[in-house]
């Protein structure tokens, strides 16, 4: 089956950086955009940013342009957050998302998948 573990989390001081990388296995990683998302306390998850299947194209939350980077590695099947210039409000679980482009998927795999998330904490 299709799995997602994240990694690279931690505390950091306000203007550090941090770089957070998504392990994918079990499906061809090629077929899938990927994304990384984050929910802080009390807040809903939202969208941080994705790259698609080809790597492409990438979005940012306008809260984050210019500061993070997200990038793929098909050799290591593996998506990167770099994340410069950490603020407080950066603070929260991030997740990475997988998602098949359509025409790849395969019946008895589900279409998107969610790793654990792993904590960021950003000291002021």
């Known amino acids: 089956q299709v799995e997602v573990v994240e990694s690279g989390g931690g505390l950091v001081q306000a203007g550090g950086s941090l770089r957070l990388s998504c392990a994918h296995s079990?499906?061809?990683?090629?077929?899938?955009?990927m994304s990384w998302y984050r929910q802080a306390p009390g807040k809903e998850r939202e969208l941080v940013a994705s790259?698609?299947?080809?790597?492409?194209?990438?979005t940012y939350a306008a809260s984050v342009k210019g500061r993070f980077t997200i990038s793929r590695d098909y050799a290591r099947n593996t998506v990167d957050l770099q994340m410069n210039s950490l603020k407080p409000e950066d603070t929260a679980v991030y997740y990475c998302?997988?998602?098949?482009?359509?025409?790849?998927?395969?019946?008895?795999?589900?279409?998107?998948?969610w790793g654990q998330g792993t904590l960021v904490t950003v000291s002021s």
């Open positions: 998302n997988a998602r098949v482009v359509p025409v790849f998927a395969r019946p008895d795999y589900p279409r998107e998948v």
């Open positions: 079990g499906d061809t990683f090629s077929n899938y955009a």
């Open positions: 790259i698609t299947s080809n790597g492409g194209s990438t």
